[in-house]
């Protein structure tokens, strides 16, 4: 079945760090690859996303390459904030049984420290 | 646009009582799902529904949980009687691309309900 990695968390930082959160997946086909985010208190939220191949997709800051050849679509930031302590999820979209189900990862917890 | 929409967000209930989780989607959306998240782990899938039809309930624990959602719109998620793992955050979450079409579908979650079973 399909499956997602993610490194264990806690990750701390401190402000303007830079940010690499890995994950890998397993998935027949061609799954979709999307990144999550969870503050404290809140539901889950898109961050970002790619659908295919040598895909990039990016949001405040945040970016994550689509890699193929290495099953893989690690999160990347150039200086995180304060603000981006969250729960970060790494997710695929893939064909289980004849139509489209979504798995997570454990999720990785990101604490940035001023 | 109005987002998902969960309650009650808390409940504290004692094993063996029951109890009911309610959720409206994004007006519009087909697709509704009902995620646990246990506490340190990412959410797993309990059911998926394509407006008022079950597509994927293999992770439900049958003999306890239940859930339906009437008219293909609101959803309700009952178990009965709760046990002590149960606790967790239940989360919902809707789409609006088919179940058939591939790519980026993007799914909207609720704040979520965190339950509490002593």
């Known amino acids: 079945g399909n499956s997602v990695t993610q490194m264990e968390g806690p990750v701390t930082l401190s402000e303007e760090a830079f940010l690499t959160i890995n994950c890998t997946y397993t998935a027949t086909g061609y799954p979709s690859l999307f990144w999550y985010v969870q503050y404290p208190g809140e539901g889950l939220q898109l961050l970002l996303k790619a659908t295919k191949a040598d895909d990039k997709g990016s949001n405040k800051g945040f970016e994550a390459t689509y890699r193929k050849e290495t099953t893989s679509f690690h999160l990347e930031k150039g200086s995180v904030q304060v603000s981006d302590s969250a729960v970060y999820f790494c997710a695929l979209r893939g064909n289980s049984g004849g139509y489209q189900k979504v798995t997570f990862g454990i999720g990785t917890k990101l604490q940035v420290i001023p | 646009e109005a987002g998902v929409a969960q309650s009650p967000r808390y409940k504290i209930i004692e094993k063996r009582q029951s109890v009911a989780f309610w959720c409206n989607p994004i007006s519009g959306h087909a697709t509704l799902y009902w995620y646990q998240q246990i506490l340190g782990q990412g959410p797993k899938l309990l059911i998926q529904f394509q407006n008022n039809g079950v597509v994927d309930d293999s992770q439900l624990p049958k003999d306890r949980f239940s859930a339906e959602r009437l008219k293909g719109v609101d959803s309700t998620l009952k178990i009965q009687p709760a046990k002590l793992e149960d606790s967790a955050v239940y989360l919902c979450?809707?789409?609006?691309?088919?179940?058939?079409?591939?790519?980026?579908?993007?799914?909207?979650f609720g704040p979520g309900t965190r339950l509490l079973v002593l």
């Open positions: 979450a809707s789409s609006s691309r088919h179940l058939t079409s591939g790519g980026g579908e993007t799914q909207y």
